[in-house]
């Protein structure tokens, strides 16, 4: 019974009530009425409701409130005469939150008896308010309680005629005429044109991120055609520079990062280039952002991908699309604490998703209502988690089991293309790597060099292993370890012979030995002289049903386990790991252990002949080599006599550590004369190259196989079956309320055309996110009003400094109110009529006379303010564009598109940093690691953001760290010095040189007066440096980072 | 609760995010940026709002102790733990993480003894404390929301429990301004040896402006970015092209007439030269007597680094730095095993320079105006996890805050028999940050910006309900 008036109320709910009533604080009498209404589904009902707000309410307000807020005089913007009329609030928002007192400022005003303020409410009429709000509100239009539904941004876009307008100037656009009127409303009017170097500066700035070259701005000047101008802008728009700069506000929006965040380790993200190459394509394409959109939301849900099929390209961008929604952080790979930990963790991935979609394509504050029903915004605490439900198939946070971690959510989406290449690259590599081995083994079998045999055991013989091998060391006469190992038994500790070969019978936990009862001198006389031990590694695990060894652990200067002996030093223990190098230490076990250095670089892995060389190397000292199949690799270190007493050599027994081997040879090699010396070193080289180029083989083939370039790092729902979506009771992930249905948020939702998610095709998600790019891109939508407007606003932003709506990341009913609300839906309305195409924005934005104005406070005196646009606003570079324009007028930008990110390095100082001399260390900004824990630092103080969810808008602050960056950072200066030599390298002349500068950094011909000061300037500075022969370029060097370092360079006005 | 979000957007713009969104305004606060101790009354007119009479502290310094320090085994005794200890927890509810390690009773191993005229009680980990308790206040009673660190750490630093909120430190800094221009006015003195968990986090300025967030001291000798000038630029030359560049930018200044954002940067160029002298200086300890760095225990290898941090504070302060932050590497604090002996070698470190802190600072004349605080972001449990460890807890934990008009010799609130719960005079880490701003003359409620399409606060009020605890304050 219960269950179906669960549902029943769950159908009005979805119409866009905003608390389901079985959460709500309420009275029996309440819950009981609603369900009777409902279940009859009659008008009545609703009637009831009506009812029960004029009846019983709107006597109150008439009698007591409306005088003052009405339709005559609404102070506060308030009027309580009508439904409709409580239902937007006032100048405050809404002041009703049903069922929630807390929230409802009509309730904070009334109780306080702060309102009426003459004559408060009695006691009767104050508590007949409170079950009402209690109750929902009832008898307010239905689902209109927090709506929002005719707030202007979310009201569906219509056609709007501009006004008119006096000025009769040439060149004013239809877009310019919103401006101006209300220009002229004020008694102002537009600004005359801006000259002509502004502008293509102002233009190549805005849309490239980059100034103009010399060329570009002299051949500009010297167009004097008609529309030289919107030829002008045309060339930038299609320069690919376009897409770098725009890709990048877009990746900011998006939160795009390199890397998880969260928890220290902020761990890499390998692939996440991918979506920041595909954006960068959609925007020099002008996709239309309808299409871009959707494929960010549901490219995985649109049809054409088959998994297991080779995908074409198309295809392939739109799986790479998805990485938009696991753009947030994400530490759920690394989490190792405890289980409500990891759920946090967990919930961050889902919930950033939530926010970026919310701020970044709907321009609004969701999470607030995470915990509770927005105060200010027609969000309710329900609309959260029905939001939430669409994602939840991608992130299903709240089970643990569903839950697949960052770095496993990746499809394998090859084109045939990239499938054959893939193939034919990986065989390449493979064959090249075996021949490349049978080469090396060949070429060690004839060239190994040989030396006097001291000790040499293939386990041939017939005697036992005891004969000559046992767990007391040579000299001493404590058994090795304990237990000490058996010998010639399988009981381990243990060690016999097999097949020819000596087995190592591990799986304790102490420490033990086995040791050729024989005992050498580890110090070679002479220099240059050498002893070394090797053994062939048979196998590194005695059964198919063993665990390979961790180690593959031997001793060589063996003397006495008990580490009480008179003999110190000795006892070296190699430790040889699987897949690096091996680690030494001295004198084990005990407390005086000493850890070496590692030496070696190869892995212990079956078939290879390994072992250690001591050479003499003089002055009391001694080289341990890694020996490899016969030569001594890379890496070694240097003992002193003192280490290296006479003992015997023998392997080690500890944990999991049972191994075959084979051939145990101890051999001397005397010191030759100096030319066989050199035939040794060179001999030694050319294994070793040979070895690098086997690895270098094997690691290509390695990585093009766990990389191949058609791994993508996606997102999709975990199956098409949903999990449950609890609403969280004030957020609490431990306090699950009711199941939520899938759903965008009420106020925006049509109650004609319900949000239907049916699945997908091939039916592996469950459509709710296609549900949702639909509903967000449907022209018919109200939500595809505001989606433009989002955008829209945006671009305006980016051109002008200051969105039309200076808030971008919320265009709600709390956020802040347009300038001129009808430009807005006028161009929006052009952005959707032109297949939301954002270079059509561009050219109606950059082409106007609004753009085009100029930014001259003291040709403009009657401008007290920028906003309402009586002159272009001058406002500071961003950082990116203040580094990348620093390179580029340099002459050293590396204009090189795409691929992973150029890596982040931190100095001794602690600041972070590009390695210039790095291949890629002079690309784009855009191209640079984005790591979430470690902004550049010279991009930082420019106040690049640390990316926590996204970035929408940035401060643009001015501070004296910034100062300090500019006058005495590495990067400065080295461009300055840079663009000091391209001057001086260019001109020979020094007034051509001081001309040159300032068209490179300015892009504008120098006047006579600052000419004359600045080859003032570069004297004085010479002399000062004189007689350094290079006083002159020094000069130049401290003028040209004035350029770089003043305000002009740094602001776009 | 603020009567009306555009009153705020209007207020906050008039205080002036700086040049954010709109050129003109720029100046307002970049004076309050660049200005003196007594300009930044400038500021007064826009900022009356939250600014309130009375506020005795001047600055903060606050020793954080990452990781969760052990309240029962420091500054909470319990015997009842004594008493049960290696058997079932006898208490009531319990919220524990690692089921599988759920032990028994864990008694602390260490002594307790009062100290001081005030008799406070402390462990016998901490000698140094016990000479200061007559000057701290100590709370028994702190509860946070969150047993997982993150979020945690940001519940203490910024009153949330979600991520990319302004810190406290910012906070303070957006509401007074400095006193110094030539120094950042929130300093983050960090360990050596690498960053605390959740790293910069703890002193980013969230949404609000970068100039606002912790600037981090580098321990060495470039404690701040870019601070030498290129050692191929000799100082006549830097000044002649620092002449040449304001020659250049007043050039472009006249086509901006009253551009304060502009203005403000050619006086940035004058500010940072100054920051160039004035950093190093801080640096240079020569100057310290031999007492004070026995004080400090500069010379005791055990000691020496986080007492180096804590006499760069005092150094800062007296420069009129607002809030300084000192850090220790990863979480020091989190002793999920071995909690009695990490404890040991945790307290010999930092007990010492903390009180030597509050020593110093009242023997200046400075501990009136300065706040320090000693926290971390949650407690530990009454149980043992594994044999010989704690885990975390969130209903209860211990901190100690000295000067800026909180009592001196004081102990607030109480836990349960185990120490699992603070049951009376309950302060939440949002009473903390309430009080905190109060006693440094901010109305908690009334300092906030507009975020998120309200008027946004550190306290945030009327969802945590926030409340000053006047209890504390002498």
């Given amino acids: 019974m219960i269950f179906r008036y669960f549902r029943l109320i769950r159908v009005v709910c979805f119409e866009g009530i905003a608390k389901p009533l079985w959460l709500s604080i309420c009275s029996f009498h309440c819950l009981f009425l609603m369900i009777f209404s409902l279940a009859n589904f009659s008008e009545g009902a609703v009637a009831d409701d009506s009812a029960k707000y004029s009846d019983a309410i709107a006597p109150i307000f008439k009698e007591r409130c409306v005088k003052c807020h009405g339709p005559a005089k609404s102070e506060g913007k308030l009027d309580l005469s009508t439904a409709a009329a409580v239902v937007r609030g006032g100048e405050n928002g809404s002041i009703i939150a049903s069922h929630q007192l807390d929230e409802s400022l009509l309730w904070e005003r009334i109780k306080s008896d702060e309102m009426p303020p003459k004559q408060p409410l009695t006691g009767d009429e104050k508590a007949k308010i409170k079950a009402w709000i209690l109750a929902g509100a009832p008898g307010l239009p239905i689902g209109s309680v927090h709506s929002g539904g005719d707030h202007w941004a979310f009201r569906k876009l219509v056609p709007i005629e501009p006004p008119s307008v006096k000025n009769r100037m040439p060149g004013l656009s239809r877009m310019d005429r919103f401006i101006e009127a209300a220009l002229e409303r004020d008694g102002r009017t537009l600004a005359q044109e801006a000259p002509k170097p502004r502008l293509i500066r102002r233009v190549s700035l805005s849309l490239t991120g980059l100034p103009p070259t010399p060329d570009e701005v002299e051949a500009f000047l010297a167009d004097s055609g008609l529309n030289a101008y919107e030829r002008m802008v045309e060339r930038f728009l299609a320069s690919p520079r376009y897409g770098e700069r725009w890709g990048k506000y877009w990746l900011d929006a998006a939160g795009y990062a390199d890397s998880n965040g969260y928890f220290n380790a902020d761990s890499d993200r390998p692939l996440a280039y991918r979506y920041r190459d595909y954006v960068i394509r959609a925007w020099n394409q002008d996709l239309p952002l309808d299409r871009f959109v959707r494929e960010q939301l549901a490219g995985d849900e649109l049809p054409g991908y088959q998994p297991g099929q080779a995908v074409s390209g198309e295809v392939a961008d739109r799986l790479i699309a998805t990485h938009f929604l696991r753009n947030g952080q994400d530490g759920s ?102 021949k490349l081995k049978a080469s090396l083994g060949e070429w060690v079998s004839g060239n190994r060099p040989r030396g006097v045999v001291l000790f040499r055991d293939d386990f041939n013989l017939e005697t036992t292993l005891a004969a000559r091998w046992s767990n007391i060391a040579p000299g001493d006469n404590h058994p090795g370890g304990s237990p000490p190992v058996s010998v010639d038994s399988e009981k ?134 890694h020996v490899v199949d016969g030569f001594p690799e890379e890496g070694s270190l240097t003992l002193l006599a003192a280490d290296l007493p006479n003992g015997g050599f023998g392997f080690e027994y500890h944990r999991e550590r049972s191994f075959l081997v084979d051939n145990v040879v101890v051999e001397r090699f005397a010191a030759l004369p100096a030319s066989d010396r050199s035939s040794i070193a060179n001999r030694d080289e050319e294994f070793r190259r040979r070895q ?99 955008q829209v606003n945006r671009i305006w932003q980016s051109h002008f400094g200051v969105g039309i709506v200076s808030t971008p990341e919320n265009l709600g009913l709390s956020g802040s109110p347009p300038t001129h609300p009808e430009l807005l839906d006028w161009l929006s309305l052009e952005f959707i009529r032109s297949g939301w195409s954002v270079k059509h924005v561009h050219r109606l934005i950059l082409n106007s006379a609004a753009f085009r104005q100029t930014s001259d406070a003291a040709e403009v005196p009657a401008s007290p303010e920028t906003r309402s646009l009586g002159r272009f606003p001058a406002f500071r570079l961003d950082a990116e564009s203040i580094r990348d324009s620093m390179l580029f007028v340099s002459g050293e930008l590396d204009t090189t598109m795409g691929g992973p990110y150029v890596p982040i390095q931190v100095n001794g100082d602690g600041a972070v940093l590009i390695q210039e001399s790095e291949p890629g260390g002079h690309r784009r900004s855009v191209y640079l690691q984005q790591r979430r824990t470690q902004v550049i630092s010279l991009l930082q103080v420019f106040d690049a953001p640390t990316i926590v969810f996204n970035s929408l808008r940035r401060p643009r602050t001015a501070m004296p760290l910034q100062s300090l960056a500019l006058m005495n950072s590495d990067f400065v200066r080295s461009r300055s010095t840079a663009f000091a030599g391209r001057v001086q390298r260019h001109e020979s002349d020094e007034q051509n040189r001081v001309r040159l500068a300032f068209m490179t950094a300015y892009s504008r011909r120098v006047t006579g007066q600052e000419e004359m000061a600045a080859l003032r300037f570069l004297d004085e500075q010479a002399r000062f440096y004189a007689p350094d022969a290079k006083a002159r370029s020094r000069a130049w060097i401290d003028f040209c980072q004035s350029l770089l370092i003043s305000n002009e360079f740094l602001y776009v006005d | 609760m603020q009567s009306s979000p555009e009153s705020y957007r209007e207020s906050v713009t008039r205080r002036g995010f700086l ?146 909120m302004p810190v406290w430190g910012s906070w303070v800094v957006y509401g007074l301004g400095t006193e110094n221009a030539n120094l950042p006015a929130y300093v983050v003195l960090t360990d050596p040896g690498g960053l605390p968990v959740d790293g910069e986090r703890n002193w980013s300025s969230g949404w609000l402006p970068a100039v606002y967030q912790g600037t981090p001291f580098r321990s060495g000798n470039t404690p701040v970015l870019d601070l030498k000038t290129p050692a191929d630029l000799p100082d006549r030359a830097r000044n002649v092209q620092l002449k040449w560049l304001q020659e250049l930018n007043q050039g472009h200044l006249k086509r901006h007439p009253g551009n304060t954002e502009l203005e403000a940067r050619l006086k940035n160029f004058e500010t940072a030269a100054r920051m160039q002298m004035a950093v190093p200086e801080l640096l240079d300890f020569a100057r310290e007597t031999a007492s004070t760095r026995e004080l400090y225990g500069l010379d005791n290898p055990a000691t020496a680094e986080y007492g180096r941090r804590c006499l760069l504070a005092r150094r800062l302060v007296e420069n009129g730095v607002r809030f300084v932050q000192i850090y220790m590497k990863g979480q020091p604090w989190d002793t999920h095993s071995n909690n009695a002996q990490s404890l040991k070698g945790l307290c010999a470190t930092t007990d010492g320079p903390s009180a030597a802190l509050v020593k110093d600072l009242k023997q200046r004349g400075l501990l009136d105006s300065t706040i320090v605080m000693w926290t971390g972001e949650f407690g530990r449990l009454p149980i043992s996890q594994g044999t010989d460890g704690r885990d975390h807890n969130r209903h209860a934990f211990s901190m100690w805050i000295a000067g800026g008009g909180f009592k001196g010799g004081y102990t607030h609130g109480s836990t349960d028999d185990f120490g699992y719960e603070s049951v009376k005079d309950v302060v939440t880490v949002h009473d903390l940050h309430a009080t905190l701003l109060h006693t440094l003359g901010i109305d908690h409620r009334k300092l906030a910006v507009q975020h998120d399409g309200r008027g946004t606060s550190l306290t945030d009020a009327e969802v945590t309900g926030a409340k000053l605890v006047p209890a504390l304050l002498a």
């Fill in chain 1, 333 to 434: 790979g690394e989490s190792d604490g405890n289980p409500d930990e990891v759920r946090v963790d967990r919930y961050t991935a889902l919930e950033s998703s939530q926010q970026m979609i919310s701020s970044a394509l709907l321009g609004l504050t969701m999470q607030c209502a995470k915990c509770h029903s927005h105060k200010f915004e027609p969000i309710s605490h329900e609309d959260y988690y029905r939001f939430q439900a669409i994602l939840a198939p991608v992130f299903p946070a709240a089970t643990d089991s569903l839950w697949i971690k960052p770095q496993a959510r990746f499809v394998l989406a090859p084109t045939k293309q990239q499938e054959r290449e893939f193939e034919r690259k990986l065989k390449d590599l493979e064959e090249r790597a075996a």
């Fill in chain 1, 492 to 625: 381990p500790p243990a060690a016999r012979r097999r097949g020819g070969r000596l087995e190592v019978i591990s799986g304790i936990t102490n420490d033990s030995w086995l040791t050729t009862m024989e005992s050498f001198d580890w110090t070679p006389e002479t220099v240059g002289e050498s002893i070394q031990a090797t053994f062939d590694l048979v196998e590194t695990r005695l059964s198919d049903q063993s665990k390979p060894a961790e180690r593959v652990g031997y001793f060589l200067a063996t003397h006495d386990f008990d580490d009480d002996g008179r003999i110190v030093g000795g006892n070296i223990l190699v430790d040889g790991h699987p897949s690096t190098s091996s680690s030494v230490i001295v004198d084990y076990p005990g407390k005086d252990s000493t850890p070496k250095a590692s030496i070696g670089r190869t892995g212990y892995v079956t078939g290879k002949n390994y072992g250690v060389r001591v050479t003499n190397i003089g002055e009391g000292k001694f080289r341990l080599d």
């Fill in chain 1, 692 to 790: 690098k180029e086997l690895e270098s083989a094997r690691t290509q083939a390695l990585g093009l196989k766990n990389n191949p370039p058609f791994k993508i790092s996606w997102a999709t729902d975990v199956s098409a079956k949903p999990p449950e979506t609890h609403l969280l009771v004030r957020g609490d992930y431990a306090k699950p309320g009711a199941v939520m249905m899938a759903s965008p948020i009420s106020a925006l939702a049509n109650r004609n055309a319900p949000f239907l998610a049916e699945g997908s095709a091939g039916g592996r998600t469950t459509g709710r996110r296609l549900a949702l790019a639909n509903w967000l891109t449907d022209p018919n939508e109200r939500a595809s009003s505001l989606l433009a407007r989002v």
């Fill in chain 2, 19 to 164: 040049s954010q969104y709109a050129g003109s305004l720029g100046g307002v606060a970049l004076a309050h940026l660049l200005a003196s101790g007594e300009s930044c009354g400038v500021e007064t007119d826009a900022a009356a709002g939250f600014l309130k009479p009375g506020g005795k502290a001047k600055s903060v310094i606050c020793l954080f102790q990452h990781g969760g320090p052990s309240q029962m085994d420091l500054f909470d005794p319990k015997p009842a733990l004594q008493k049960y200890n290696g058997q079932a927890y006898p208490g009531g509810k319990l919220e524990v993480h690692f089921d599988k390690q759920k032990g028994n009773v864990l008694g602390s191993p260490f002594k307790f003894a009062r100290h001081g005229g005030s008799g406070m009680e402390l462990c016998e980990l901490l000698p140094h404390t016990a000479g200061i308790v007559d000057d701290i206040t100590m709370i028994r009673s702190m509860k946070t929301e969150s047993v997982d660190h993150e979020s945690a750490l940001r519940l203490i630093h910024t009153g949330r429990f979600l991520a990319g």
